[in-house]
């Protein structure tokens, strides 16, 4: 009984830290995050940058805000997603025909971005 009780404390602690590193990322950054966590629940994952750029669009747009306007500015948040732990990359080569890409997944639980962004959405209104 007191060890469900720790465990379910426990699991509380880490995903408050997770919504607090979340609230930390810029807002492109947390609408990318929201976008890969929305093509998660969609199955749609691994996912490349291409793919994640046009829900990143309908995402920035449904909050009344201006998206990255290049691909190139995506990866380079995707880049920065992935080295602080949010994202998983595979790198991807097709060799001469399709070349070298990255596809990306989350690496933390998909319902933890959307809630914590709706929260951050009804803040801000």
Partial sequence: MIDDHIERLRTLVQRGRLQN????????????????????????????????Q??????ADAH??????TLKSVQDRLSDLH?????????QNQGRSGGQYYEY????????????????AEQTR
Avoid: W
């Avoid at 080295?83 to 790198?91: S, T, V």
């Fill in 21 to 52: 590193k979340i609230r930390d990322q810029t807002e492109h950054a947390q609408y990318i995050l929201e976008a890969i966590a929305t093509l998660a629940k969609e199955g749609e994952l691994p996912a490349r940058s291409k793919e994640i």
């Fill in 54 to 59: 046009t829900v990143y669009e309908t995402v």
């Fill in 64 to 69: 009344g805000a201006s998206p990255l306007t």
């Fill in 83 to 91: 080295m602080l732990g949010f994202l998983i990359r595979h790198e």
């Fill in 105 to 120: 997944e989350l690496d933390l639980d998909p319902n933890i971005v959307v809630q914590t962004r709706k929260k951050i």
